[in-house]
């Protein structure tokens, strides 16, 4: 619930100032012809994107400048960490542990963070299609991107939480589908440029005549409709491996039993017996217990994040046991009454404000 209330701030923090930066700065944010556009802000289509700083430079203080610049960069550099971070937990776990099942944590520590960088360098490399892409207008590129690749994810989420009929091909189908579509149409908008103000529109069909917001809703029932059709056509998920992880069986107290046992994705290896080591030379790889790291040793598990002295097979066995038991999920008749009235007031409060506003 609280999330949902933040939501509502982006109009009140992104809409409202450019619309006020709009009326006070009409012949820089509010230009109209090219030429004026071009002169303003080194682009003929639209200065959108100055319309925030224009507020800032013209309406702040010096002091409270520099306050809200650091306030913009603290922002941009926690979502580029919470992106960078979840992406690089996707590719470790759900990918590279899939080659490497021995994988053990220290390795997959490493390999997190190589990933890092590696999205890093894309990202500086991927600046170049965000200026050209929608004008430079980064707000709407941000939202036109979105539109692009989220209605797939959203489809595969609310019909393996709400339909328990819902199987793997069918939201790997829907999911691979849209986003194939999604990015046909990224392509289009990043290869024909927007016209001009007063130009006539010579884009295909698709780009000229169907706005991207509602080419997100399209894409969304494409989507939904290839992961329905694609499940009921395909075998079902047996019962015993939903428990608590859908809607209807949210409250299950059985134990869940995983598609994939954890005994195939991580291998355990059998403990030496005398036999087993009769006649075997026997190595000592580890450490001793008494022998400290060296300096170099300790800065690189301080910056890898990692322990020494944690027991990663005990560690692992833990969160599979985790969980396949579960948590219960019943919450306090009061505090369910109080998340239901908000909820209730939320959703009204956002209709109210698109219906107005729109």
Known sequence: VMAGWLKLLPLFLIVFPGMISRVLYPNTVGCSTPEECMKACGSEKSCSNIAYPSLVIGLLPAGVRGLMLAVMLSALMSSLTSIFNSASTLFTMDIYRRIRKRARERELMIVGRVFIIILVGISIVWIPIVQNAHSGQLFTYIQSVTGFLTPPI????????????????????????????????????????????????????????????????????????????????????????????????????????????PDEDIEEEE??????????????????????????????????????????????KNRRDALRKGVSILENPKWEKVVTINCAVLLGCALFLFGYFA
């Open 271 to 316: 403990p030496m017996t005398d036999e087993k080591m009769n006649g075997h030379q026997v190595l000592e790889l580890e450490h001793p217990d008494d022998e400290k790291p060296t300096k170099v040793r300790r800065f690189y598990n301080w910056f890898c994040g990692y322990s020494d002295s944690e027991d990663e097979d005990t560690a692992a």
């Open 154 to 261: 959203s489809v595969a989420f609310l019909f393996g939480a709400l339909w328990s009929r819902t199987n793997e091909i069918g939201a790997l189908s829907g999911l691979v589908l849209g986003l194939v579509i999604g990015l046909i149409r990224f392509i289009m908008e990043f290869a024909y440029d927007a016209p001009k103000c007063g130009e006539e529109d010579l884009r295909p069909s698709v780009l000229k005549d169907i706005h991207f917001t509602h080419f997100t809703i399209i894409l969304f029932m494409v989507s939904a409709i290839v992961t329905a059709v694609v499940s009921l056509l395909t075998k079902p998920i047996p019962e015993k491996h939903l428990y608590r992880l859908t809607w209807w069986t949210r409250n299950s107290k059985e134990i869940r039993v995983d598609l994939c046992e």
